[in-house]
């Protein structure tokens, strides 16, 4: 009788390190590298399983005396707009999703610069040099995409409003970074990207798009949970959260 040889995944812990969350708090990760012919398949168990990627490395919370980061997810199948939602994908109506390889350009990291600058100017990304960004768009060795988001019409005919970085799963789309031209406040850019991959989930026929952590307390991390219903990764597994529960 044969036996089937695989190769597991190692996995590591990091040091402690302040938060990006919630002050006060101290996090550690439990993480694995994500590289050779596996690598896809990994990512889409590892993802089912509450991790995020980075570049080759999949990650997830290891808090001691903490479990804030909730990794969620939307059930396309069951998400219905709602009525602030439907106004977003009316303000964006004259903007055109196109989705290509992730290949970084020096478009891209201006507005990937702009948007840190304004909006997160003291985030973990703030030294980001080209080459960072090229390295957290290019290289990996799972099956990513880069969405572009333009400007349909006008002066500002083909325009790139925003973009946003997704890994395509056994079971759905990962969104794993987005970044948008930060002076656009009236379109709600980050909510409008959102819905649109909600979209490509149904049309590629999977059932999942999995949007990250939400973190209990984190106002930046709060819009997530705007995206209802939503399942919500607990020691039990997934469930099903609804309005209300």
């Known amino acids: 009788m044969s036996i089937e040889r695989r190769n597991f995944p190692q996995f590591f812990i990091t040091a402690p390190s302040p938060c990006p969350y919630l002050t006060g708090r101290v996090e550690r990760k439990v993480f694995t590298h994500l590289v050779g012919q596996d690598a896809r398949s ?69 507005l990937f610069r702009a948007y840190i600058d304004q909006r997160h100017g003291d985030g973990g990304m703030a030294d980001m040099t080209v080459l960072d960004f090229s390295a957290m768009v290019d290289d990996n060795f799972v099956d990513s995409r880069l969405v572009e988001y333009r400007v349909r019409g006008g002066d500002d005919d083909g325009r790139l409003a925003g973009a946003v970085l997704i890994d395509i799963l056994g079971d759905g789309i990962s969104m794993i970074y987005s970044f948008y031209d930060p002076d656009e ?54 469930s099903l959260y609804r309005p209300g529960d």
């Open 42 to 110: 990994l990512n889409t168990q590892l993802s089912q399983g509450g991790f995020r990627r980075s570049q080759n490395i999949a990650y997830r919370p290891a808090c001691d005396g903490c479990a804030a980061c909730v990794s969620v997810r939307v059930p396309v199948n069951t998400f219905e707009p709602n009525r602030s939602f439907r106004r977003t994908l009316k303000v964006n109506a004259d903007l055109a999703g196109t989705v290509a390889k992730s290949l970084a350009t020096s478009e891209h990291y201006s």
């Open 185 to 238: 406040t009236r379109r709600s850019l980050g909510s409008f990207m959102i819905l649109d991959n909600i979209a490509r989930v149904k049309r590629l026929g999977l059932p999942y798009l999995y949007l990250g952590y939400w973190v209990r307390g984190s106002r930046k991390m709060d819009y997530k949970s705007r995206f209802l219903p939503q399942e919500r990764l607990t020691a039990d597994g997934w």
